[in-house]
């Protein structure tokens, strides 16, 4: 069954530091799509990043880059030089990619605290 | 282009009432999902549509919770009877199919407290 972990619920980076969200997913599909959202405390869903599982390149957006390592089923997100507007809840999603068409799912999410 | 836009933004409602939650997804889009949020359980997902037809509705909780989609432009959520149990955010979002990546685009959001 799909299935994404983030097993940090919570996360500290100094101002200007990079960081390192950890997600790892399990899936028997061949086709895939891995996402990362941003949750600020005001709600919305903001799409940061998207790894298809057949793109040999890691992805990258900006501050954003996803180290994509396929055999371990890992997807972490790297925001360089953080910003104290990073402070959010981030999630991990899966999009699967066969018959069952685009169920996506998340993870439980990671808090992450930027200090100024 | 207008993104997605669900209605009510917020919902107080007493248990036992039926509540009825609205989305208008991006025109264009083919998928439609309906995900819950609580502090609980995180983002579930309830159940997502594909041109109007339900694929997928093993997240829905029990059969107080129905979804309909009548048309492309229009879909609910609906809960009767409302629960205690049943407060959260709720969300839609759309995307679009093959050969696109499956991006979700987001409504803010119907917030629903059952008292």
């Known amino acids: 069954a799909q299935k994404i972990t983030q097993t940090q619920p919570g996360m500290f980076v100094q101002e200007k530091e990079a960081v390192t969200l950890d997600c790892t997913y399990d899936?028997?599909?061949?086709?895939?799509?891995l996402f990362w959202y941003k949750q600020p405390s005001s709600g919305e869903m903001i799409f940061l990043i998207y790894q298809g599982s057949y793109d040999e390149q890691n992805a990258t957006e900006g501050r954003y880059s996803l180290n994509f390592q396929k055999a371990r089923k890992s997807a972490n997100l790297v925001i360089s030089a953080s910003q104290l507007g990073d402070s959010a809840m981030y999630f991990c999603a899966m999009r699967e990619g066969g018959a069952g068409g685009f169920k996506t799912i998340f993870g439980a999410g990671t808090r992450l605290f930027v200090k100024a | 282009d207008a993104g997605v836009i669900q209605s009510p933004r917020h919902e107080v409602t007493e248990m036992g009432q039926e509540v009825t939650l609205r989305c208008k997804p991006i025109s264009g889009h083919d998928y439609l999902f309906w995900y819950r949020q609580t502090m609980m359980r995180g983002l579930e997902l309830l159940i997502y549509f594909n041109n109007n037809v339900p694929i997928d509705d093993s997240g829905m909780p029990e059969d107080r919770f129905s979804a309909k989609m009548p048309n492309a432009s229009f879909s609910t959520l609906k809960i009767q009877p409302s629960e205690p149990r049943d407060s959260a955010v709720y969300f839609c979002?759309?995307?679009?199919?093959?050969?696109?990546?499956?991006?979700?685009?987001f409504g803010e959001g119907s917030r629903l407290t059952v008292l």
């Open positions: 899936t028997s599909d061949q086709s895939y799509g």
């Open positions: 979002a759309s995307s679009r199919g093959r050969p696109n990546t499956g991006e979700l685009f």
